[in-house]
């Protein structure tokens, strides 16, 4: 009986050993570890919305100064959050074009948290993960 | 003078150094997590012996006694761990209103223990008010757990 | 392989649950209540193997007492445990706490199976008033904290990683 269990336990091992041979990458961080230093104001249009747990992402064409394209990715609370304040996977649609006020993320990509949203017609939404421990309103909008 | 406590607790170095490492900072919740198992360990152990559906044989006063050092352990842990949490990000648990209902819901059934000890000490054992002080326990120490979950997702 | 987990993470439940209000959320939530129910358990079971506490308890009772709940503990986990990866499994597929986490978990199971399938049959026998647990029954319950420990923290850390 043991040495069934063990059988059993060795080509468990090596699935997983398989599993863990496979090339890793180190995922961006989902918890809201974005340096507070680094307020980010991003005006673009919208080519990708993932209303998804356990974070929402908002996917940016930004323009810079010198014309250049770049892309840009807002992460978001989960749908629940969102819905309990007032903001639903219907107000916002690929091509918008958005404002997103956040914080620019350590890990050093393209990447800010959602934390204000402003939509076409101009409603204003906290797009942030809750109690993640950042700034209540967000960065001040530059005049 | 609540909110000063918060910030100033964030002030503090160990606050700062949370705040901006993700690794330390998911090092203390994931401690706070395993302190957490382990109380709840005992919380179930203790409150099903005076419900009287585990350890049927054994006087749960004495089953109890038994548990004191671990639970006082993984407890403090539990507590120093979660102000840890809250200095690397005092704002949040300041503004969020599930935080005080967390204490809250902390503080009772850490209140009803005391008073079950006493209750098992003084009667002869287990009696119902013991077993519905225990259940109520069990329910309350839930509500903090679930409570803790959605603090960070309302 | 990465095709399989691209056609489970497109599945109709692992998107309804990816983008559900709360059903997300409970499960989660189950996933915490049925961590402290399993580690928890666990954890006493363990102590009480290495005759740490509840040393005036028989093992063998301690432990009848307590494995139903880690049954119900384990229960609560796949289920959750295995919702949950369904539905982010193309995001953290390659994350490296997973791959850690999914690790020690054969571990953290061989070590069960290969416990009750060995040193436990003696339990009957252990203390109080019987012989000393042996040590090979403590090394077991050594090497489960530790690897139940390790799963806490590594699952944790797939959400910071």
Redesign the interface.
């Known amino acids: 009986m043991s040495s069934s269990v063990v059988r059993a336990g060795l080509v468990a091992l090596l699935a997983v050993a398989a599993f863990g041979a496979a090339p890793t990458r180190a995922h961006h961080s989902f918890s809201a570890m974005y340096d507070a230093k680094k307020p980010v104001r991003l005006t673009g249009r919208l080519t990708k919305v993932e209303w998804t747990n356990p974070h929402s992402y908002f996917h940016l064409e930004v323009k810079g100064a010198d014309g250049k394209i770049t892309t840009w990715a807002c992460e978001g609370a989960g749908p629940g959050a969102l819905s309990r304040r007032g903001f639903n996977k219907g107000d916002i649609k690929v091509g918008d074009t958005i404002v997103v006020d956040g914080y620019l993320a350590r890990s050093g990509g393209k990447i800010i948290d959602a934390r204000r949203i402003t939509l076409p017609n101009g409603r204003v939404v906290s797009g942030g993960t809750p109690g993640d421990g950042g700034p209540q309103a967000g960065p001040a909008p530059a005049r | 003078m609540i909110e000063r406590i918060f910030v100033r607790l964030g002030d503090t170095a160990v606050g700062q150094y949370l705040?901006s490492s993700?690794?330390a900072?998911?090092?203390v919740?994931?401690l706070h997590?395993?302190a957490?198992?382990?109380?709840?360990?005992?919380?179930?152990?203790a409150n099903?012996?005076v419900v009287g559906w585990?350890?049927r044989?054994?006087k749960a006063s004495?089953?109890i006694d038994?548990?004191r050092?671990?639970f006082l352990g993984s407890l403090v842990v539990v507590a120093l761990s979660g102000v840890l949490l809250v200095a690397?990000?005092?704002?949040?648990?300041y503004?969020?209103p599930l935080f005080p209902l967390k204490l809250l819901l902390l503080a009772m059934p850490l209140g009803i223990h005391f008073v079950l000890q006493k209750r098992l000490r003084t009667r002869r054992d287990v009696d119902t008010g013991a077993r519905v002080l225990a259940f109520g326990s069990l329910f309350l120490w839930?509500g903090v757990?679930?409570a803790?979950?959605?603090?960070?997702?309302? | 392989m990465l095709q399989v987990i691209q056609r489970l993470y497109e599945s109709p439940i692992a998107t309804a649950i990816r983008e559900s209000e709360n059903l997300f959320p409970i499960l989660q939530t189950f996933h915490i209540v049925g961590t402290i129910a399993l580690a928890g358990a666990i954890a006493i079971v363990d102590l009480r193997l290495l005759n740490v506490l509840l040393r005036r308890e028989a093992t063998v009772r301690v432990a009848e007492s307590l494995l139903p709940i880690t049954w119900i503990g384990f229960a609560l986990m796949v289920v959750s445990g295995g919702l949950l990866f369904v539905a982010q499994s193309a995001r953290i597929y390659e994350n490296v706490f997973l791959r850690m986490k999914a690790l020690l978990l054969v571990l953290a199971l061989l070590n069960v199976a290969l416990f009750h399938a060995t040193t436990f049959r003696q339990i009957r026998s252990w203390g109080p008033d019987g012989v000393e647990t042996p040590v090979s029954a403590r090394v077991f319950a050594a090497l489960s904290l530790v690897l139940w420990a390790g799963i806490i923290v590594t699952g944790r850390f797939i959400a910071y990683f």
């Open positions: 705040a993700t690794a900072f998911a090092t919740e994931s997590i395993v957490l198992a382990v109380i709840g360990g005992v919380i179930l152990a099903l012996t585990i350890l044989g054994s004495a089953v038994q548990l050092g671990l690397a990000g005092p704002y949040k648990y503004t969020n839930s757990v679930i803790g979950r959605w603090l960070g997702l309302i």
